[in-house]
């Protein structure tokens, strides 16, 4: 990794997101359109849920930004843009209009209560992994030297194409 950034320094970050309820493509349409920031998105894939209860696939995306929000920052506006898609966190991993995760912040690390960077769990999951390589082909080989393998990684994903 890259030494951190300082304070008001430009960071590239990732952000996954997924929906499952209602009219999924428009709630990732929405979001993107959102990020002042954005530099890239993913194509779309759909995948089968992962954990939490029976509920519908998911529409997952991974956006890449280039922005001088703080990690704290970038989760209240992650948190933001949920509320605007009329998210209600009534279920852990429960079906949702939008789920907005902060995956890769380059060169940054955090170990919070309410925030873990990078994602704990991105690396076991293809549904995030394999959007995310197709923005970050650079990270891949880091990725895979941290356990990242794609054929013991969680979810099936279809590829739906650009948003």
């Given at each position: ?114 925030l873990t960077v990078p994602h ?44």
């Open positions: 990794m890259s030494q951190p950034p300082q304070v008001g320094e430009t960071s590239r970050v990732f952000l996954g997101m997924g929906t499952n309820l209602g009219d999924r493509r428009r709630f990732l349409v929405e979001a993107v359109a959102a990020i002042p920031e954005l530099r890239a998105v993913s194509p779309v894939y759909e995948t089968e849920p992962v954990g939490g209860p029976d509920q519908g696939a998911y529409l997952n995306i991974v956006v890449e930004l280039a922005t001088k929000k703080s990690p704290g920052e970038l989760l209240t506006f992650c948190r933001d843009l949920e509320l605007a898609a009329g998210r209600i966190r009534v279920e852990r991993w429960g079906p949702r209009t939008l789920d907005v995760d902060i995956l890769w912040i380059d060169g940054t690390t955090v170990d919070e209560p309410d704990p769990r991105m690396l076991d999951r293809n549904f995030v992994m394999k959007p995310l390589i197709d923005l970050a082909p650079d990270l891949e080989e880091a990725f895979s030297a941290s356990g990242y393998d794609p054929d013991s990684a969680i979810g099936e994903v279809t590829s739906l194409g650009v948003l």
